[in-house]
């Protein structure tokens, strides 16, 4: 009614002398003016009344669109009313197209306004188009089915579902129920129609994923089980899905425990003991298809379907268990909506895993249900056979690509999994798992994560799945472009074989050919054993010059010449342990090329090696002499930088200056050092003994505590305590060759250093494992201030050297030094406990926790005492015999006493030994060794 009075209105305006002046101006005007005035009149008339018809019609039109759009309140000709903004905004994000190797998000990051990207495994950039391998780590350690991501992006107009603000904002459904019935009817609609599962006269049950179905599977099936005799056991066939062993293990009930492999109670025999079995079908994560192990009235089984599909496996009949357990994240790819559900027999369990998820959860989102239920329904449509198709293929084609390259290798061995006729394709099928079940087959690889993960592939152990560890998982359902660069590292692997397919030709070397022949030529000169030739030492002739121990001498170093030398023993050169390497050549030797990491940094601004520090962390767990987990790693030049800076980081804004102190006899170093750098936030306060009974609560003190000691080997622990003492352990002896190690060290600071652990003392290595965040970034800034970081050659070589080692815990690495320095000990002793000029440290049998044995001592030093009362200065005695070593004095002690290294090499050894038989001989009624 608005239109109409308006319309009219201007309809009564127009007069009949206006009509007429009208039509005479028109282009009809000639016409017209071949008319008298008075037909000219009844044509303005008959104008008039053509503009009035018009206007009625034309209002009455603009009405029934007013009225209907206004009683319908819907969009007029198919506009979008209140959906539009949100369907635009999704439009919007979907147009990004992240160069293909990312997404953006409708809850991801915008910048100005505009979504960003969310790039995948190594692309980088604003639009993901920036490829970066180098460095990066492909993970592939997920089942993230990201492979039917690009399904649903080719099919856009599938699955899609705009929620209304108002979408069931309360806890219920209909009545009280929180399930949705139409998603359940849809389930077992889906079911029949793929063929997976009957879900006739079953009860469906929804959960957050299948994950908390799994649980809540154990509880419902173990209920009472304690009341009436002991707690069910909860098992799997190995290798198993590992969350059944982790969940059993958190939740912790007194109705079930962890039973392990279902293989140990095939023939139990006890009847009395009750059973929940896992059983994974087709397997995570090898994809064979299972049956259940265990059979009887005491076992309880819960079939774990959830990769029962079409683009997994072949899908030989429906399933028909009494439990069964599927996730929409392995139908459809959205593991991310987090919904799955079980099919279940018995009414009464039914309720008891109905009653143990709400208790849980209050129900599943109504949002991830109405969603499940979009996409259900749109799959439905064709049957699946879309996404089916599209999900088998895709699968299919990674597993044969990654066999292809796999099966060249000796290296390296797959899963065995046989084509097989699938009831839903109606043919023949070919293997499409979700994970490639990859083993190591050389003898020294033995832990395959390991190797993989050194070429920058991150998979899973396979000791998470109850197997050996020379297993490992690697994903094949993550998104193509992680896919593509996990199959490159693998090639790469591979490559490194004699032999291999894309090898140069009869293992041939190409630019690493001269540098190793060079390395070659240089080891192979013996030294007549008594000296070594090295890379960078002089040559003469062209042919490398050997550099002699003590008192060898001669071109080949084969001239013994004791008369007139000294035999130096007063340096902690660990050479004990160089024949070692050289009787394991293969062992952590390493090629470095002319451009390797020729800059300040590594990654970004890191100035230290991420794959260094891992593999500090695993040795460190291997071993057990210390706790890494939770702490900051520093790397720094050797432990000495280390510890200085470490005084540095801990007294920082000292009031007055804090007292560095530690037990006589100390480290000659930590007084050297404080006093050497004459900070203005500490000065060397002594022996720690004469501050155990300060009452001056204002005094704060650094306190070095080295356990095993330097130089007499005995465990330590600290002296002071309270609030105004910082500890700085060293633990850099704290190995299996030097002590025995009674648990790991968990202190707030500890300092290692890889030349007292493998011997390469020259590489100037060390590391510092860091409690605090504070004093962690006041001791990394501190070092780095001082050097801009640690040597990436050295960096690169002690990576080497730690990933040999860990092929097996170190242990003849370790083994090798302990009887090495066990053996000098013990011969040291028998002559000294002859004498009554001399004597040594007492150091008990201990048991170790590595070696798992009560183990004899092995000190590093022998911390020896002239005892008769006119030899005050030891140092002066051992030197007039040709033996050199350290004075008491230097470690705070008394100069009856000296120092004598036992790490050096066996040459200097022997000529000490013989030198110390000689002193003892002089002695009235001593023995002659």
């Known amino acids: 009614?608005?239109?109409?009075?308006?319309?009219?209105?201007?309809?009564?305006?127009?007069?009949?002398?206006?009509?007429?002046?009208?039509?005479?101006?028109?282009?009809?005007?000639?016409?017209?003016?071949?008319?008298?005035?008075?037909?000219?009149?009844?044509?303005?008339?008959?104008?008039?009344?053509?503009?009035?018809?018009?206007?009625?019609?034309?209002?009455?039109?603009?009405?029934y669109l007013l009225f209907s759009s206004s009683l319908l309140d819907g969009p007029a000709h198919g506009a979008l009313t209140w959906t539009k903004r949100p369907a635009l905004e999704a439009e919007e994000v979907a147009a990004v197209t992240c160069s293909g190797h990312g997404r953006a998000f409708l809850d991801g990051f915008r910048n100005d306004g505009k979504p960003v990207c969310e790039c995948y495994g190594c692309y980088k950039g604003a639009d993901c188009s920036d490829f970066r391998p180098d460095g990066c780590t492909v993970h592939v350690d997920s089942g993230d089915p990201l492979f039917l991501e690009r399904f649903w992006m080719q099919n856009k107009r599938m699955g899609?579902?705009?929620?209304?603000?108002?979408?069931?904002?309360?806890?219920?459904m209909i009545g009280e129920?929180?399930?949705?019935?139409?998603?359940?009817?849809?389930?077992?609609?889906?079911?029949?129609?793929?063929?997976?599962?009957?879900?006739?006269?079953?009860h469906i049950v929804f959960g957050v994923g299948a994950m908390q179905l799994l649980i809540a599977s154990v509880y419902a099936l173990s209920a009472g089980s304690s009341a009436t005799g002991s707690a069910a056991k909860v098992v799997s066939h190995v290798p198993y899905y590992p969350a059944y062993r982790l969940q059993t293990h958190s939740f912790n009930g007194r109705d079930f425990e962890w039973g392990g492999d279902t293989t140990q109670?095939?023939?139990?025999?006890?009847?009395?003991?009750?059973?929940?079995?896992?059983?994974?079908?087709?397997?995570?994560?090898?994809?064979?298809?299972?049956e259940p192990k265990l059979t009887g009235p005491n076992t309880q089984v819960v079939h774990d379907r959830v990769y029962y599909w079409p683009h997994f496996t072949a899908i030989p009949a429906p399933a028909d268990d009494d439990m069964m357990i599927f996730?929409?994240?392995?139908?459809?790819?959205?593991?991310?909506?987090?919904?799955?559900?079980?099919?279940?027999?018995?009414?009464?369990?039914?309720?008891?895993?109905?009653?143990?998820?709400?208790?849980?959860?209050?129900?599943?989102?109504?949002?991830?249900?109405?969603?499940?239920?979009?996409?259900?329904?749109?799959?439905?449509?064709?049957?699946?056979?879309?996404?089916?198709?599209?999900?088998?293929?895709?699968?299919?084609?990674?597993?044969?690509?990654?066999?292809?390259?796999?099966?060249?290798?000796?290296?390296f061995s797959l899963q065995k999994i046989s084509p097989q006729y699938c009831t839903y394709f109606r043919t023949m099928r070919q293997p499409s798992p979700g994970y490639a079940w990859i083993k190591c087959e050389r003898e020294e690889e033995t832990d395959c994560q390991e190797v993989l993960q050194a070429a920058g592939v991150f998979g899973n152990k396979g000791n998470f799945f109850g197997a050996d560890r020379r297993y490992a998982r690697l994903s094949l359902t993550k998104s193509q472009e992680d896919f593509e660069l996990m199959l490159e590292r693998i090639k790469g692997l591979v490559a490194e074989e004699e032999g291999a397919h894309n090898s140069p030709p009869d293992g041939a070397l190409t630019w690493t050919k001269r540098p190793a022949l060079e390395a070659e030529e240089v080891a192979s000169v013996s030294c007549s054993g008594h000296g070594r030739a090295f890379l960078d030492g002089l040559r003469k002739d062209g042919k490398p010059v050997c550099e002699c121990y003590g008192c060898y001498k001669g071109d080949d170093c084969s001239e013994f010449q004791p008369e007139g030398c000294s035999i130096h023993v007063d340096s902690g050169d660990p050479l004990f342990l160089e024949r070692f390497w050289m009787q394991n050549k293969r062992m952590g030797g390493v090629m470095m090329s002319g451009?390797?990491?020729?800059?300040?940094?590594?990654?970004?601004?890191?100035?230290?090696?991420?794959?260094?520090?891992?593999?500090?962390?695993?040795?460190?767990?291997?071993?057990?002499n210390a706790n890494a987990t939770g702490k900051y790693i520093v790397f720094g030049v050797g432990a000495m930088q280390l510890l200085i800076s470490s005084i540095y980081a801990l007294s920082a804004g000292s009031e007055s200056p804090a007292k560095v102190v530690s037990n006589v006899p100390y480290y000659g170093a930590y007084r050297y050092q404080t006093t050497g750098f004459n900070g203005r936030d500490f000065e060397w306060g002594g022996d720690t003994a004469q501050w155990e009974n300060n009452s001056d609560n204002s005094t704060k003190f650094v306190e070095f505590v080295t356990s095993?000691?330097?130089?007499?080997?005995?465990?330590?622990?600290?002296?002071?305590?309270?609030?105004?003492?910082?500890?700085?352990?060293?633990?850099?002896?704290?190995?299996?060759h030097f002590t025995a190690l009674q648990a790991p060290a968990d202190d707030d600071v500890m300092i290692f250093s890889l030349g007292k652990v493998t011997g390469h003392a020259g590489s100037r290595f060390g590391w510092a494992l860091v409690k605090d965040e504070a004093v962690y970034q006041r001791l990394r800034y501190q070092v780095e201030l001082n050097v801009i970081g640690i040597s990436h050659d050295t960096q690169l070589r002690a990576l080497n050297i730690v990933k040999s080692m860990l092929g097996k815990g170190g242990s003849d690495l370790f083994e090798f030094g302990y009887t090495t320095l066990r053996h000098k000990w013990e011969r040291l002793n028998e002559v000294v406990s002859q004498s009554k000029r001399f004597s040594l440290q007492k150091i008990p049998p201990l048991y170790c926790t590595y070696l798992r044995t009560v183990r004899q001592p092995s000190p590093g030093?022998?911390?020896?005492?002239?005892?008769?009362?006119?030899?005050?200065?030891?140092?002066?005695?051992?030197?007039?015999?040709?033996?050199?070593?350290?004075?008491?004095?230097?470690?705070?002690?008394?100069?009856?006493?000296?120092?004598?290294?036992?790490?050096k090499s066996q040459e200097d050894f022997e000529l000490m030994l013989e030198r110390i038989k000689g002193l003892i001989a002089e002695e009235g009624g001593a023995l002659s060794i």
């Open 265 to 290: 109670w095939e023939n139990n025999s006890d009847n009395s003991t009750k059973f929940v079995e896992f059983v994974t079908s087709p397997n995570n994560p090898d994809g064979h298809l299972r």
């Open 160 to 172: 899609g579902v705009v929620m209304s603000g108002w979408h069931r904002m309360g806890y219920q």
């Open 177 to 202: 129920d929180m399930f949705s019935a139409e998603l359940e009817k849809n389930l077992r609609l889906l079911h029949a129609t793929i063929g997976n599962a009957n879900a006739t006269g079953k």
């Open 327 to 411: 996730s929409l994240g392995k139908v459809t790819g959205h593991a991310g909506s987090r919904f799955g559900w079980a099919l279940v027999k018995d009414e009464a369990v039914y309720k008891r895993l109905k009653d143990q998820v709400e208790m849980n959860v209050i129900g599943i989102s109504h949002d991830t249900q109405l969603r499940a239920l979009m996409l259900v329904k749109s799959i439905l449509g064709k049957g699946g056979r879309d996404l089916f198709e599209f999900g088998h293929t895709t699968l299919r084609h990674k597993w044969e690509r990654l066999n292809e390259v796999v099966s060249q290798s000796k290296r």
């Open 1 to 63: 009614m608005l239109y109409l009075p308006y319309i009219v209105l201007m309809v009564d305006q127009v007069d009949t002398v206006a009509a007429g002046q009208l039509l005479s101006s028109s282009p009809l005007s000639s016409l017209f003016s071949l008319l008298p005035e008075e037909a000219m009149a009844k044509a303005g008339a008959c104008c008039k009344f053509l503009f009035y018809t018009f206007s009625v019609f034309l209002n009455l039109f603009l009405l």
């Open 595 to 624: 451009w390797h990491r020729m800059g300040y940094y590594m990654i970004g601004e890191d100035m230290i090696s991420a794959e260094l520090e891992r593999h500090l962390r695993l040795l460190h767990a291997a071993v057990g």
């Open 708 to 736: 095993p000691n330097n130089p007499d080997g005995h465990l330590r622990e600290p002296k002071l305590r309270g609030p105004n003492t910082q500890l700085i352990h060293d633990r850099v002896y704290y190995w299996p």
């Open 861 to 903: 030093y022998a911390w020896i005492r002239c005892e008769r009362e006119e030899e005050t200065d030891c140092q002066e005695v051992l030197q007039a015999a040709g033996v050199i070593g350290n004075k008491g004095s230097l470690f705070g002690a008394d100069i009856r006493y000296a120092r004598l290294s036992l790490t």
